[in-house]
């Protein structure tokens, strides 16, 4: 994966916020190790390497605990929401837009 797939990937499925975290593991990426995957899971920045590099783990295990306090939206600080049924970190600004009008009683929307 290059570092413009990892971007991609990760701005169309949380926003621009976490980009800058894209950057700085490429900018570290060892040489001879690849990052095969960028994703997030349960609210953070997450990435999967094609081999084992403690080093450069360690580093992405520090990266993914910075994403768990910044909007994956807008980079600002953020803490871990459930929003529309998903863990993400937001801001609160993004926290509400992406949560207005969503029914907020648990219901999926079918009448019983």
Same mark, same amino acid.
């Given at each position: 994966?290059? &570092? +413009?797939?990892?971007?991609?990937?990760?701005?169309?499925?949380?926003?621009?916020? %976490?980009? /800058?975290? *894209?950057?700085? =593991?490429? +900018? @570290?990426? /060892? @040489?001879?190790?690849?990052? *095969?995957? =960028?994703?997030?899971?349960?609210? &953070? $920045?997450?990435? #999967?390497? +094609?081999?084992? +590099?403690?080093?450069?783990?360690?580093?992405?295990?520090?990266?993914?605990? &910075?994403?768990?306090?910044?909007?994956? *939206?807008?980079?600002?600080?953020?803490?871990?929401?459930?929003?529309? &049924? %998903?863990?993400?970190? $937001?801001?609160? #600004? @993004?926290? *509400?837009? #992406?949560? =207005?009008?969503?029914?907020?009683?648990?219901?999926?929307?079918?009448? %019983?």
């Amino acid at each position: 994966m290059t &570092r +413009d797939e990892a971007k991609n990937q990760i701005e169309t499925t949380c926003g621009q916020g %976490w980009l /800058p975290l *894209v950057d700085k =593991a490429f +900018d @570290h990426l /060892p @040489h001879g190790v690849a990052i *095969v995957e =960028a994703f997030e899971k349960y609210g &953070r $920045l997450k990435f #999967r390497i +094609d081999r084992d +590099d403690e080093a450069f783990e360690t580093f992405l295990d520090e990266i993914t605990e &910075r994403s768990g306090m910044m909007c994956e *939206v807008c980079g600002e600080a953020g803490t871990e929401q459930i929003a529309n &049924r %998903w863990i993400s970190t $937001l801001c609160e #600004r @993004h926290f *509400v837009e #992406r949560t =207005a009008g969503a029914d907020s009683g648990g219901s999926d929307g079918a009448s %019983w």
